[in-house]
């Protein structure tokens, strides 16, 4: 059957946690951020999306655009929560699990032709379960590539199954189009249009090296191969990687630094309110950093003392970031932990962290409070407006 793999792509998964939470925001416009200028939208429901609202958007934009959307601030605590039922389902459903952010994640079903022979029963059944389980829906695309499952998991949201069959790669590249390639953002489609590129059909016309010289090295192979449905080389981690991470493509580029910030700061928490469910404690805060013309930049950096709250990630991050960025527009942004160990209190022996335990024991309680069903609204120092 050669290489098979799942990606599970949760459904608007902030705006459905807080549908399932509050049954009366079903079927309304729901935007998940604060009011205000200086935040942007996390996510929001399809509702919303009809309106042309997408995540990162400022908030001032998303609610000219549904000026009668419901504004509900985000619950990481709660969000966290729900993911780790539905990862816990999925990392037991095949052992070639890998969790790429809060709401998404691969697997790897090569060689278990035994146990799932016919791959699009093993995904309904998957999704049956998650429903049933969870009250969530989630999109899978199944393919020969982790790049065209990602796609596949895409074409019919929310709550839909694609299949591409191995060597039909081109073909479904040409159905979905361009538009829709992942990591093509307009900027990109601009240059590729000022070339008369308009189609993948077009675009395979031209060799790796025509596109090298017309786009750059970064640009011209990425293209190639995308155009071919071959995988570029995304998530080529190990399945079983001792790192909690997580990774958002934006589309169009970000730009603004308030938007910057809001979204690292969602993504610090996000990650650090994962390891605190696994009851770790990572050592190496990492960012990656990808361009619209596909240049990617990382950095790591492991302070003298370990990681306690979310505080202490982003506060890394963004100093990571500012070290890396030059002001272009970003088309995708990562956060990892890395050099996790088990362990949930600050060590002893590592004096002044007063301050760092405290922090740990409140995002301890959010998280519990969370589990239980209570709001929390927890004040942040972005929130200057």
């Keep these: 059957m050669g290489q098979v793999f799942f990606h599970i792509d949760l459904d608007a998964f902030f705006a459905s946690v807080e549908i399932l939470d509050h049954p009366e925001y079903k079927d309304k416009p729901l935007i998940i951020g604060t009011p205000g200028p200086r935040h942007v939208?996390?996510?929001?429901?399809?509702?919303?999306?009809?309106?042309?609202?997408?995540?990162?958007?400022?908030?001032?934009?998303?609610?000219?655009?549904?000026p009668n959307a419901i504004c509900v601030k985000g619950r990481m605590e709660r969000y966290s929560e729900k993911s780790r039922e539905v990862m816990g389902i999925i990392s037991s459903f095949a052992p070639g699990f890998l969790q790429v952010s809060i709401d998404e994640a691969f697997l790897d079903l090569t060689g278990m032709e035994r146990i799932y022979p016919l791959p699009g029963k093993a995904a309904r059944l998957l999704k049956n379960r998650i429903l049933s389980e969870t009250g969530l829906t989630v999109s899978i695309g199944v393919a020969s590539s982790r790049f065209v499952a990602k796609l596949a998991s895409d074409y019919r949201k929310p709550d839909g199954l694609t299949i591409v069959p191995r060597g039909k790669e081109e073909l479904f590249v040409d159905t979905i189009g361009l538009r829709k390639l992942w990591g093509i953002g307009d900027s990109m489609l601009s240059a590729l249009e000022s070339k008369g590129i308009r189609s993948t059909e077009r675009l395979r016309m031209y060799s790796e090296d025509e596109l090298m010289k017309l786009f750059g090295n970064s640009s011209g192979s990425y293209l190639y191969k995308v155009a071919r449905g071959i995988d570029p080389g995304i998530y080529q981690g190990e399945t079983k990687s001792r790192s909690i991470s997580t990774e958002r493509t934006f589309y169009p580029d970000l730009f603004s630094k308030d938007a910057i910030d809001n979204v690292l700061l969602e993504m610090s928490e996000e990650v650090m309110?994962?390891?605190?469910?696994?009851?770790?404690?990572?050592?190496?805060?990492?960012?990656?950093?990808?361009?619209?013309?596909?240049?990617?930049?990382?950095?790591?950096?492991?302070?003298?003392?370990?990681?306690?709250?979310?505080?202490?990630?982003?506060?890394?991050?963004?100093?990571?970031?500012?070290?890396?960025?030059?002001?272009?527009?970003?088309?995708?942004?990562?956060?990892?932990?890395?050099?996790?160990?088990?362990?949930?209190?600050?060590?002893?022996?590592?004096?002044?962290?007063?301050?760092?335990?405290?922090?740990?024991?409140?995002?301890k309680t959010i998280l519990e409070l969370g589990r239980n069903g209570h709001k929390v609204v927890r004040l942040r120092h972005l929130e200057k407006d």
Excluded at 41 to 65: D, I
């Design 41 to 66: 939208a996390s996510t929001c429901s399809y509702e919303a999306r009809k309106y042309g609202v997408h995540s990162a958007m400022p908030m001032t934009t998303a609610l000219r655009l549904c």
């Design 273 to 363: 309110f994962r390891a605190m469910e696994e009851k770790k404690i990572p050592r190496t805060v990492s960012i990656k950093l990808r361009y619209g013309d596909f240049t990617t930049t990382t950095a790591q950096t492991t302070p003298s003392s370990a990681i306690y709250s979310s505080s202490d990630v982003y506060r890394i991050a963004s100093e990571l970031l500012q070290s890396r960025y030059k002001g272009q527009g970003i088309r995708l942004i990562g956060v990892g932990l890395q050099g996790i160990y088990s362990g949930e209190n600050v060590e002893q022996g590592e004096f002044f962290r007063e301050r760092e335990q405290k922090e740990r024991e409140l995002e």
